[in-house]
Nanobody, 126 residues
Framework: QVQLVESGGRLVQAGGSLRLSCAAS????????MGWFRQTPGKEREFVAA????????SYADSVKGRFTISRDNAKNTVYLEMNSLKPEDTAVYYC???????????????????WGQGTQVTVSS
């Protein structure tokens, strides 16, 4: 079992920055990949970014490429999502996910992840 807890979501003005954190606990030694997804009411869960736990290889959705940065601190079992130049369309509940299988980091499907956090709300005002 892996438990994930997101934090850092809040109201921010367009053009601003925000950093989300996801703390993992439990069977963290088995983690292969961690990712960030986001979801708004009436829409499917959308891939944002992912990172391999050991090698640090990253992948980003086209909509956030160049603005968001995913990183991890293995010692703290924590993954981060630094968001810059935020836009109103970035408003969503952001979820952290952990993958315990050998799936390529560039895969964007949420079905490849085994555990999910409860989400943290990010609201970007214009």
């Amino acid at each position: 079992q892996v438990q994930l807890v997101e934090s850092g979501g809040r109201l921010v003005q367009a053009g601003g920055s925000l950093r989300l954190s996801c703390a993992a606990s439990g069977r963290t030694s088995s983690m292969y990949r961690m990712g960030w997804f986001r979801q708004t009411p009436g829409k499917e869960r959308e891939f944002v970014a992912a990172i391999s736990w050991s090698g640090g290889v990253t992948s980003y959705a086209d909509s956030v490429k160049g603005r968001f940065t995913i990183s991890r601190d293995n010692a703290k079992n924590t993954v981060y999502l630094e968001m810059n130049s935020l836009k109103p369309e970035d408003t969503a509940v952001y979820y952290c996910a952990a993958d315990l299988h050998a799936i390529p980091v560039r895969s964007t499907s949420p079905w490849g992840y085994d555990y999910w956090g409860q989400g943290t709300q990010v609201t970007v005002s214009s």
